[in-house]
């Protein structure tokens, strides 16, 4: 599978509708256009999309003071494996370094063996465990990464 890359651009309000269609395909709790539209209008949230043809992943993250932290992460399925999620979360991390960040937190959820993977790829260590997170059976992990 080739590993290029789609163009990463910054998301803006009115992607909104684009990224709920596609956080429905990836999640089973997902946000509709409306809580897009809340989440990309936080203060402090930012967003990468990988802007290929079609748009094919994004992250969404919201920074705080000296801490950000990743509010959500997807590529749709027939991208996934080319290094499209690893670029998301490095260009991130990037943004938020030059904000002045310090540390990024996230949860995932325990039994998420690809985002565990990737994100331990990326430099993300547990530091904490929220029980029965997930539909009151899934733990979730919280996982920091020192920027
Ligand atoms: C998790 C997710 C974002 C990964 O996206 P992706 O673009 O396929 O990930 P990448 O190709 O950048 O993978 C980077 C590294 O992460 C790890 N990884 C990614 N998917 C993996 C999988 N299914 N199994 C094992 N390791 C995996 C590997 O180490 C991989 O490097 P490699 O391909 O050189 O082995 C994607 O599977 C997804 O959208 N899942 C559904 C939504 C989700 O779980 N989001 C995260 C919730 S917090």
Redesign the pocket.
Known sequence: MSRAVSIIIPVAPAHAPLLAGMHRI??TEHWDEAAMAAVLAMPGSFGLLADGNPPQ?FILCRIAVDEAEVLT???LPPF???????ALLGAALAAARAAGVSAMY?E?AAN????L??YS?LGFQQVGRRPRYYGGSTDALVLKADL
């Open positions: 990836c999640f992943g992460l997807l590529v996934r494996r080319r290094g499209i999620a690893a996230l995932v998420n063996a690809a985002g993977a990737l790829a």
